[in-house]
Nanobody
Framework: QVQLVESGGGLLQAGGSLRLSCAAS????????MGWYRQAPGKQLELVAT???????TYADSVKDRFTISRDNSENTVYLQMNSLKPEDTAVYYC??????????WGQGTQVTVAS
């Protein structure tokens, strides 16, 4: 089992910045991938960014050049630095862990609301 605890969501004005954190604990396997997904009201869950334990990153086109994902392997923590936030970034952001065994785990979600 892997537990994920997210933090850092909030309400802010467009153009602002926010950093999300997700700390993983439990049976952490290496290699693994951690990432962020989001779901806006009435929309499907979508990938935001992922990062492997080796440091390989992927981003959704909509957040490239604005968001940066990083991780601290010693703390099993992944971060999402979000800059130049837009109202369309408003969503519940979920942390996801995917281990080499194929199991995936999800955090409880953190709300990000960007006011225009």
């Amino acid at each position: 089992q892997v537990q994920l605890v997210e933090s850092g969501g909030g309400l802010l004005q467009a153009g602002g910045s926010l950093r999300l954190s997700c700390a993983a604990s439990g049976s952490i396997a290496v290699p693994n991938s951690m990432g962020w997904y989001r779901q806006a009201p009435g929309k499907q869950l979508e990938l935001v960014a992922t990062i492997t334990s080796g440091g390989h990153t992927t981003y959704a086109d909509s957040v490239k050049d604005r968001f940066t994902i990083s991780r601290d392997n010693s703390e099993n923590t992944v971060y999402l630095q979000m800059n130049s936030l837009k109202p369309e970034d408003t969503a519940v952001y979920y942390c996801r862990y995917a281990g080499s065994t194929g199991y995936t785990y999800w955090g409880q979600g953190t709300q990000v609301t960007v006011a225009s």
